[in-house]
């Protein structure tokens, strides 16, 4: 069926409710709306969906919630045996528009196909749901989040028994049982007779988790001299981190914590926040106005599903500044390295994991150190993956695993990025440099002098709907073939399009130029957003030269970017 066609059929099926019959009904004028919400069914992708509420087959709604969910359900039954089917699927939502609603359909889906489905009372973040995997002995999980996305949007992430998102080839599987189903109206529905196979858990799991995430500190005694006295502003940004967040905290010893009101609560609307993403400083505002007040030393911010995590430190000019991830990524792994080598728990085959866009900051120090450091692919299921082999085989040793966009994971209770256990890491290791006289910028330009000036900046090109699908390949279609051999006069020295399956990672869509005065730049299409994104890092011996050297690529990109658009 073509677009309008589809159109008709959720107008006359009387499967779809009569709200969404009338709010179809509402754009039946706007040819260019009607297209666009059905010229296809919303993609599952790299592990999941994500779009905009509203009605439509491309638009995330309770029909699509329960369409991918029948999918899920029947890769499950097709692919497990009767005892691993018995083990179950858990479940957890954030604060968004309709999460409860399609947590419960969910639910409710498993249930009618004879599968348990565990969910909380409330809101949980996506690393409990990742830790709750493996502490219960599910086959499954799913978390539904848009992450930092606009309030408009909501998302539905699936996850496997090693607690990581499913990788690509269950991925792929799952989505072709999601596009057999062509007939809403087929998918079941749940009966008395099942209703028993939903779950609601109790608090035991929360303690499980939270006590997970303590056992990762690294200085305890320093933690509760000084935790006491350490001021701390944090906003959970009205998503899941609020309450675990507080209370890992608080446990471990950091009893000066002040939270952002306006950002406490639950709300969809995210407090009026546009762009709920700590990697954004407009997120931070109300953040860093509040640190200011008090003469907090640190402000912390975590995205909605809290697996993502913030940080604005104050300079030695008084002001606070946003981290980015990579310099938040080489602090951590300078600080837990240097921990563990003060308790003599460093082991020899420790390794750090980091995406191919991630800066070479903390890789750096990792090397120095005489540790290994492994490269995968974006998305943090990879990293996952890595901790499942390291446990397998027992040849190596999980030290610390991070991606440039805001992403940390401490330990291996969770197989995803972890704002919990990285809030808690970063405060610990704020409050060590602060014992030491040192606020955490001035820890991070001490790094730096040691190991050279790193620097680095995401371009993140917006374009939506068909035009800017079309648009996305049409730009990386220019790069992948136009055999450049500079950025702004830097010769290239290599290229590598991971599209071929190339350094013995999957075959995924990026490019990556490594220059002659070893900075690089990597183009990939965002997995989860209507975007293409520019990564630029670089190197050098004083930060006034590598920030020239960004500005100088950037301005090369946007030049060849805006004659393609």
């Known amino acids: 069926m073509n677009y309008k066609e589809k159109y008709n059929e959720w107008l006359e099926s009387s499967y779809f409710d009569e709200d969404t019959k009338k709010e179809l009904l509402s754009i039946k004028d706007n040819e260019k709306e009607i297209e666009d919400r059905f010229y296809k069914d919303l993609e599952f992708g790299t592990a999941g969906l994500r779009g905009v509420i509203a009605s439509g087959t491309n638009r995330i709604n309770i029909y699509t919630i329960r369409r991918v969910t029948f999918g899920l359900a029947n890769y499950i039954l097709k692919n497990t045996n009767k005892k691993e089917q018995e083990r179950g699927v858990v ?318 994971l401490v330990g291996t209770h969770a197989r995803d990025k972890d704002g919990v256990v990285s809030a808690v890491l970063i405060s610990e290791m704020a409050s060590y440099y602060s014992s030491k006289g040192m606020s955490l910028y001035e820890g991070l330009l001490e790094l730096y002098k040691k190991y050279g000036f790193f620097k680095e900046e995401t371009i993140s090109l917006t374009l939506k709907g068909i035009e800017g699908l079309s648009k996305i390949k049409e730009i990386m279609t220019y790069f992948r073939e136009s055999d450049l051999k500079e950025f702004s006069n830097i010769k290239i020295d290599d290229f590598k399009d991971y599209s071929k399956g190339i350094d013995n990672l999957p075959k995924s869509d990026v490019l990556k130029y490594f220059l002659e005065d070893g900075s690089w730049i990597a183009i990939r299409p965002s997995g989860t957003e209507p975007k293409l994104k520019f990564y630029i890092a670089v190197k050098a011996d004083d930060e006034e030269s590598s920030t020239k050297k960004v500005s100088e690529f950037r301005e090369f990109i946007d030049g060849v970017v805006n004659k393609l658009i």
């Open 91 to 408: 479940i957890a939502h954030d604060n968004r528009h309709m999460s409860r609603e399609f947590c419960l359909e969910t639910a409710n889906t498993l249930a009618s196909c004879g599968i348990k489905a565990y969910i909380f009372d409330d809101l949980r973040t996506t690393p409990e749901l990742s830790f709750a995997i493996r502490n219960l002995n599910t086959i499954a999980g799913v978390v539904i989040t848009a992450s930092h996305n606009p309030p408009e949007y909501n998302g539905y992430k699936v996850y496997w028994e090693d607690g990581a998102q499913v990788m690509p080839d269950i991925a792929n599987l799952i989505t072709e049982e999601i596009n057999k189903i062509t007939d809403y109206s087929k998918i079941p529905t749940l009966t008395d007779d099942k209703k028993d196979l939903v779950v609601l858990l109790d608090e035991k799991q929360d303690t499980d988790f939270i006590e997970a995430v303590k056992s990762q500190v690294i200085r305890k005694d320093l933690v509760k001299e000084i935790g006491k006295d350490f001021k701390i502003v944090y906003t959970p940004l009205c998503g899941t981190g609020n309450i675990p967040i507080k209370r890992a905290l608080k446990e471990v010893g950091f009893k000066n914590v002040l939270v952002v009101k306006e950002e406490e609560n639950k709300d969809p609307d995210f407090a009026g926040i546009e762009y709920p993403n700590p990697e954004d400083k407009k997120a931070l505002t109300r953040g860093i106005n509040l640190a200011k007040e008090n003469n907090s030393d640190l402000v912390i911010a975590t995205d909605p599903d809290c697996d993502r995590v913030g940080v604005a430190v104050k300079t030695t000019k008084g002001n606070y500044e946003l981290l980015t991830g990579n310099q938040i990524g080489g602090l951590l792994t300078n600080y837990i390295i240097e921990g563990l080598k003060e308790k003599d728990k460093l082991k020899e085959n420790s390794v750090l994991i980091k995406t191919i866009v991630t800066s070479e900051f903390g890789a750096t120090i990792a090397r120095k150190n005489n540790l290994e450091v492994m490269d995968v692919l974006t998305g943090f299921k990879f990293i996952g993956e890595k901790i499942k082999l390291f446990e397998k085989y027992n040849d190596k040793t999980y030290l610390f695993g991070y991606e440039e966009s805001y992403g940390y």
